[in-house]
């Protein structure tokens, strides 16, 4: 496994509340600002929750050190950690397709319309740290990339992956202009319509990568 394979969870990552934030910010009064503002508290929020997972996870003893007499341990607690990720995954599975129908932005989001930078980050924030959907791709991205030993590193591609497709909104605003008013809306609907199909195929696939580790 290299840190490819955990790149595809960050689809998962933005679907739903995230992505329509992101655009509802990009088209805010001040639509730069805002959307700078709520990538770097995405940002911050996502990087703290993979590293606390991974730092847990070689602590409860991922692949570190190469003593041969603690080979069979660190066997056994592999999959340990890959049974955990799976569970993790199979919940993560389960609630996305449960909130399948939620659509469009809470109300009390629409009055973001005028947020301020530090009222932007704060929001990304927040999203994040209480999205169940989120914490759970997280915790599986962390403990996965532990398990198989992977450096701290490798988890960076994958919170920029993130910040990229949050970004989308901003980036059909800064190439599109005018026509934005229009590239918007459409985006926010695509979304809104498809996320959790899109979802469900990447934990699908997380998933399958799991199960052959474990059959290993």
């Given at each position: 496994?290299?840190?490819?394979?955990?790149?595809?969870?960050?689809?998962?990552?933005?679907?739903?509340?995230?992505?329509?934030a992101a655009?509802?910010?990009?088209?805010?009064?001040?639509?730069r600002?805002?959307?700078?503002?709520?990538?770097?508290?995405?940002?911050?929020v996502?990087?703290?929750?993979?590293?606390?997972?991974?730092?847990?996870?070689?602590?409860?003893?991922?692949?570190?050190?190469?003593?041969?007499?603690?080979?069979?341990?660190?066997?056994?607690?592999?999959?340990?950690?890959?049974?955990?990720?799976?569970?993790?995954?199979v919940?993560?599975?389960?609630?996305?397709?449960?909130?399948?129908?939620?659509?469009?932005?809470?109300?009390?989001?629409?009055?973001?319309?005028?947020?301020?930078?530090?009222?932007?980050?704060?929001?990304?924030?927040?999203?994040?740290?209480?999205?169940?959907?989120d914490?759970?791709?997280?915790?599986?991205?962390?403990?996965?990339?532990?398990?198989?030993?992977?450096?701290?590193?490798?988890?960076?591609?994958?919170?920029?992956?993130?910040?990229?497709?949050?970004?989308?909104p901003?980036?059909?605003?800064?190439?599109?202009g005018?026509?934005?008013?229009?590239?918007?809306?459409?985006?926010?609907?695509?979304a809104?319509?498809?996320?959790?199909?899109?979802?469900?195929?990447?934990?699908?696939?997380?998933?399958?990568?799991t199960?052959?580790d474990?059959?290993r």
């Amino acid at each position: 496994m290299n840190f490819l394979t955990i790149l595809p969870l960050a689809v998962v990552m933005v679907a739903g509340t995230q992505s329509v934030a992101a655009v509802l910010l990009a088209s805010a009064e001040r639509p730069r600002a805002a959307s700078f503002g709520y990538l770097g508290g995405t940002g911050a929020v996502v990087l703290a929750g993979v590293t606390v997972s991974w730092l847990v996870t070689r602590v409860l003893g991922g692949p570190v050190g190469d003593a041969e007499s603690h080979v069979s341990r660190l066997q056994r607690t592999a999959t340990r950690i890959d049974w955990a990720v799976l569970g993790l995954l199979v919940v993560l599975a389960v609630i996305v397709y449960l909130r399948r129908h939620e659509t469009g932005p809470p109300r009390w989001m629409r009055r973001f319309q005028r947020a301020a930078p530090s009222t932007a980050a704060r929001l990304g924030a927040v999203l994040v740290a209480t999205s169940p959907t989120d914490d759970l791709a997280m915790a599986a991205v962390g403990a996965s990339a532990a398990r198989h030993g992977l450096s701290w590193w490798h988890l960076l591609p994958f919170v920029l992956l993130t910040l990229l497709l949050l970004a989308l909104p901003l980036l059909v605003l800064l190439l599109a202009g005018r026509h934005a008013a229009t590239a918007l809306p459409r985006i926010r609907g695509w979304a809104n319509r498809h996320a959790w199909v899109v979802s469900e195929v990447v934990i699908g696939f997380f998933a399958l990568v799991t199960v052959l580790d474990l059959l290993r």
